[in-house]
């Protein structure tokens, strides 16, 4: 007798015969001959056969009616046949052996929404040689209700009036329809209160759903141990770069003695890296040197790179091409002092700006700041060079950012045919200015606002003159349709001056350019003299109304009017700009590329196609 069929039975024989003569190549003998031994070694065996198939280009529709909304969603999530019906190496044989999991797949997917009873009506066709369709139809019959819930806390934290009103407040009561979502999402809302009230480990004691699928009942068993309240004992910080004393004082919202939770000692780490100091912090909860209840914390600090530079070419409308280097100190010295500096070469505008930062107090929300610039800016019918020295206590408050400072400017420059000037100010000022932004799209906003305000002034015994300077501006972006946004921009500034001739270019308004009056340049609006040039006013009031609508994923299609001037003591001419443009959405910000026109030119001019002005450049709401 040949080896291979030694001791099998004359009918198993026969019967692994048949079955290789009508499944050819399919299966071997051997495997037969388990499948004939073993049912569940037969599914095994034929879905390792039906994955081994090659690509048999086969198509198959999945059709579910009667039930919709979630549980259809579940339904799909859960049937074999859903997942596998795109599938390159779908095969009739494993199509055949999906169909017959497909009803109890369904019973499955619908009991988490307390349907124990569904009436399924299922069919399997086989329209052409590589066309399938399974169809089912689905009653979910009676939802199951909770006839008993039992809701207990145990432990040392049993009694707590925040835990029993959260226990007060679970989403399931007596009478609902059984939810096994939503009891897993308030069985776990339960255990992170009761963690975040210093008890990390709380643990479900007793967590029982028993049903009953002929009466559609069930029964809910919840019990909650809080185990022991523990305390925060001590920050222990590992780190060698800062002085200790300074580095805890970013430490001001979580102190020893305050309740030991996973929020406090996420706390802990968000403090630490908004600092900036450090690349890594890592926290450690010492429990094994655990006493009365307080544990513990180690905190590892890893020191950041000190310096950083940054190089960048770019080109806007309003300067034209134009090279910036940045450069940043981020820790000084062990008391956390920075630096950072910023050179910009442009053909109008170029400046080189360093600044010094001093951290004092709570050094999260105040700060003094020392700054030096040198600029220099030439316009077609102006000249300037100045030094500005500046000395500011920053204060921030919520998304409030308030500057007290002290200014001395030097600046020597040339207006129209004016003679050359040399000027000085000793002035003091303050500064508010405020951002807000919805989150829920960081990089298309469109429900944000932004204001900015500052007062500045000297009298004449310390300056070349005396002035009184105020400036405004505020932008909000107001959601429109679907997929569009508002933009209104407002601007406003005046000032007293005494000797007007005296006052410098820096402090003066003007209008026109990218963010101002679009459709014409840069800073060419404002009152002329004699000759036509524009030297500047006291005061400017310019707005703007922009429509932007989402036409991809980063891109924007703009219409916009904009409109203002500058002048001295009254508002005689209004300008007026209007067009259309795109916008790119960046990572980092907006790329704005607009082509805008002059509507109403001095002296009545008529618009000619040729005054169209192409403005470029890029923005971010800080």
């Known amino acids: ?48 056969n039906a994955q081994k198939a090659p690509a048999s280009g086969i198509r198959l529709k999945v059709d579910i009616s009667g039930i919709e909304g979630e549980l259809l969603r579940n339904a799909r999530a859960y049937l074999g046949l859903e997942k596998k019906k795109d599938d390159p190496l779908l095969s009739a044989l494993w199509i055949r052996h999906l169909y017959k999991k497909a009803e109890e797949e369904i019973r499955k997917s619908l009991q988490p929404f307390g349907y124990y009873n569904p009436a399924i009506q299922s069919s399997l066709e086989q329209i052409a040689d590589d066309q399938w369709r399974a169809r089912f139809e689905i009653q979910p019959g009676p939802r199951t209700r909770i006839t008993e819930l039992d809701l207990r806390w145990q432990g040392e934290g049993a009694t707590e009036e925040k835990l029993q009103e959260a226990l007060r407040d679970f989403p399931l009561h007596k009478g609902d329809f059984l939810d096994d979502a939503m009891y897993e999402k308030g069985k776990a809302a339960l255990i992170s209160l009761a963690e975040e009230r210093g008890y990390p480990d709380t643990q479900a004691s007793k967590a029982q759903v028993v049903v009953d699928p002929r009466n559609n009942t069930a029964r809910l068993t919840l019990y909650l141990d809080t185990g022991k309240k523990y305390f925060i004992d001590s920050i222990r910080l590992h780190q060698e770069v800062l002085n200790e004393d300074f580095v805890r004082r970013y430490l001001v919202d979580v102190k020893p003695g305050d309740v030991y939770s996973q929020d406090n000692l996420l706390e802990i780490q968000h403090a630490l890296i908004e600092a900036g100091y450090f690349s890594l912090v890592g926290i450690k909860p010492r429990f094994d040197e655990v006493q009365d209840s307080r544990v513990p914390v180690e905190v590892r600090l890893e020191p950041g790179k000190r310096q950083l530079y940054s190089f960048g070419l770019g080109y806007d409308t309003d300067i034209g091409v134009n090279l910036t280097v940045r450069w940043m100190h981020r820790r000084l010295n062990r008391k956390g ?7 910009k070469l442009s053909l109008n505008n170029s400046y080189l700006l360093g600044n010094y930062w001093i951290p004092i107090r709570d050094p999260r929300t105040t700060k003094l700041g020392f700054s030096a610039r040198v600029e220099h800016e030439v316009l077609d019918e102006s000249e300037s060079n100045l030094i500005d020295l500046d000395a500011g206590y920053y204060w921030q408050k919520d998304d409030w950012l308030t500057k007290f400072y002290t200014e001395f400017k030097y600046e020597r420059f040339s207006v129209g045919e004016e003679p050359v000037q040399s000027t000085h100010f000793l002035s003091l000022g303050g500064t508010v200015q405020r951002t807000w932004r919805a989150a829920a799209n960081k990089a298309y906003l469109r429900r944000a606002w932004a204001f900015y305000a500052d007062l500045s002034g000297t009298p004449s015994a310390v300056s070349s003159t005396y002035y009184l300077r105020a400036h405004l501006k505020t932008r909000a972006y107001i959601p429109l349709l679907e997929k569009g946004r ?30 101002s009056v679009r459709g014409y340049d840069w800073k060419t609006l404002g009152p002329e003299d004699d000759r036509g040039n524009v030297v500047g006013g006291r005061q400017v009031v310019t707005g703007s109304l922009e429509y932007d609508h989402q036409v991809a994923d980063q891109w924007l299609a703009a219409g916009f009017v904009d409109a203002g001037n500058a002048y001295n003591d009254a508002l005689d001419h209004v300008f007026i700009g209007a067009g259309f443009g795109a916008r790119w959405l960046s990572p980092v910000g907006t790329v704005r590329l607009d082509f805008a026109w002059p509507f109403n030119k001095e002296n009545d001019e008529p618009t000619r196609a040729s005054d169209i002005r192409i403005h470029f450049g890029f923005e971010v709401l800080l």
Not at 337 to 342: L, V
Not at 488 to 503: H, K, N, P, Q, T
């Open 1 to 48: 007798m040949n080896s291979t069929i030694q001791g099998y039975r004359p009918a198993k024989l026969l019967f692994c015969l048949l079955l290789w003569m009508v499944i050819p190549g399919v299966v071997s003998s051997e495997e037969v001959s388990r499948a004939a031994s073993s049912p569940d070694r037969a599914d095994a065996a034929e879905e390792k």
């Open 337 to 343: 002092h920075k630096a950072d500096a910023q050179l």
């Open 486 to 515: 508002l933009i209104l921009r407002g601007e406003y500034g005046s000032a007293l001056v005494g000797d007007f001739g005296l006052y410098p270019t820096s402090l003066r308004f003007y209008a026109g350019g990218d963010s």
